[in-house]
């Protein structure tokens, strides 16, 4: 292309984004709409500085009707959301960042429980992220305060209290003598004879129990290092969502804006002076390329300045950014010449992208679908552009893994753009 006719491509280009500047509504579909919808998913789900509920995951690796209680006491914590896995699910999840602890009820925990005043106390195991401190003090708090209310249930019934004395004094009378085992047989005698309603000394304060270093709970306190898998923060993957809506409703704009200039004849006037109708399509693509980018950068920036979003590979990020900005450019041509009117065009773009922003991850976060749903989202655009921008981002992809979603992202944008540059040429003014 000839020096003149590069000046008058971008002379084109730059008259469309003088235009595009000027239309509120086009400016507000392509940045306004997707900084909302950012916005919004990440504050549902879960990215404001309001986190609810801590995310605890139990094992129970005891199964006793004790482990059982001490799990409902767990669950009715309003402060808690409580889920089950095994051991090493457990781990993995608070590893992950998935879960702030894990709280695990060993073998033998039942069993310690109704031995109160003797032998090693029930203990559980708590893991804690070591960057989630405060949390996991939280947590111990809680444990402790179920166990002392598990010793309450047990002195507000009498048969069960009968049942752990007599069992203690058995263990007691088939170990080795001692003075502590005798202390703690006068401690266990005094606490029957109060149970079954004789004078005596109150087992909450007499002294027997004094000096036997007792504890209803033992708790083993473990740190697990995040490894940092997945995203940091709901806005993570809110943000390519918003990103891709805003592509999307500039692309839309620029479809529209061609359409507009064919009907209303400016693309005749254009085609009196030396310039060809490919450099008014050249002119036409490259504006819109500019301005998604523009729209990508700027999101970006939100998202990085405010919201702790940080891409593992800059380069990355930046080819994610041109293959989608060029993969949008060519459904733009695609929808400009196939659609004759402003109406037709209109209802044709948004009737194609709708259904591929709703299967590609446009509202509903790609790694959260269904597996059906994410065979299906394929065929969408919008779900390769939010994969690469993902990748780039917190998905942390490599170079061979970024192939794929760079590929199809810049053959669907050429395919859009050789049948845009083929109809538009052999199409009427």
């Known amino acids: 292309m000839s020096a003149s006719r590069s000046r008058a491509v971008w002379a084109l ?5 003088r235009l595009l500047s000027r239309n509120r509504a086009t400016l ?15 504050y549902v789900f879960g990215g404001g500085g309001e986190k609810g509920r801590i995310p605890v995951v139990v094992v129970d690796e005891d199964g006793t009707s004790e482990a059982a209680r001490l799990v409902s006491r767990l669950q009715a914590e309003s402060g808690l959301q409580i889920s089950s896995a095994t051991r090493e699910e457990a781990t993995r999840l608070v590893r992950q960042g998935k879960r702030s602890a894990a709280v695990i009820v060993p073998r033998g925990y039942g069993e310690a429980s109704t031995r ?12 804690v992220d070591p960057a989630r401190t405060a949390e996991g003090s939280m947590i111990a708090g809680i444990l402790t305060g179920a166990a002392m209310q598990s010793m309450q249930d047990l002195f507000t019934d009498p048969a069960r209290t009968r049942a752990m004395v007599d069992r203690s004094l058995g263990d007691l009378a088939a170990g080795p003598p001692g003075k502590r085992g005798d202390e703690t ?5 005094q606490l029957r004879t109060f149970v079954d309603g004789s004078p005596g000394t109150d087992p909450a304060t007499g002294s027997s129990g004094g000096g036997t270093g007792w504890k209803p709970l033992e708790i083993e306190r473990r740190e697990v290092r995040n490894e940092k898998v997945g995203p940091s923060s709901a806005f993570d993957f809110t943000f390519p969502q918003g990103i891709l809506w805003g592509v999307i409703g500039s692309a839309l704009g620029f479809a529209l804006s061609l359409v507009t200039e064919r009907t209303r004849g400016t693309l005749l006037r254009l085609e009196t002076s030396p310039l060809s109708r490919l450099d008014v399509l050249l002119g036409k693509a490259l504006a819109c390329f500019l301005a998604i980018a523009a729209v ?3 999101l970006l920036g939100l998202g990085a300045a405010f919201f702790g979003i940080r891409p593992t590979s800059w380069a990355m990020l930046a080819a994610a950014a041109i293959a989608v900005a060029t993969c949008f450019v060519g459904i733009m041509m695609a929808i400009a010449v196939l659609g004759k009117t402003e109406q037709a065009a209109g209802g044709l773009g948004w009737a194609i992208m709708m259904p591929l922003a709703m299967f590609g991850g446009g509202m509903i976060p790609l790694f959260v679908m269904p597996s059906w749903m994410q065979t299906v989202s394929n065929v969408s655009p919008v779900k390769w552009g939010i994969l690469a921008l993902e990748g780039a981002t917190w998905r942390g992809f490599s170079a061979a893994e970024m192939a794929l979603p760079l590929g199809v992202l810049v053959l669907v944008g050429l395919a859009g753009l050789g049948l845009g540059v083929r109809l538009f040429r052999g199409g009427e003014g």
């Not at 392509?30 to 990440?42: D, E, R, S, T, V």
């Not at 109160?116 to 893991?127: I, M, N, T, V």
């Not at 047989?185 to 005698?189: D, E, I, P, Q, Y």
């Open 185 to 189: 047989r006068t401690f266990l005698g």
């Open 13 to 17: 280009a730059a008259k469309d984004l």
């Open 296 to 298: 990508e950068a700027l």
């Open 28 to 42: 507000f579909f392509a940045l306004g709409w997707p900084i909302l919808m950012a916005l919004f998913f990440g």
């Open 116 to 127: 109160l005043f003797h032998g090693a106390p029930a203990r559980l195991e708590l893991e």
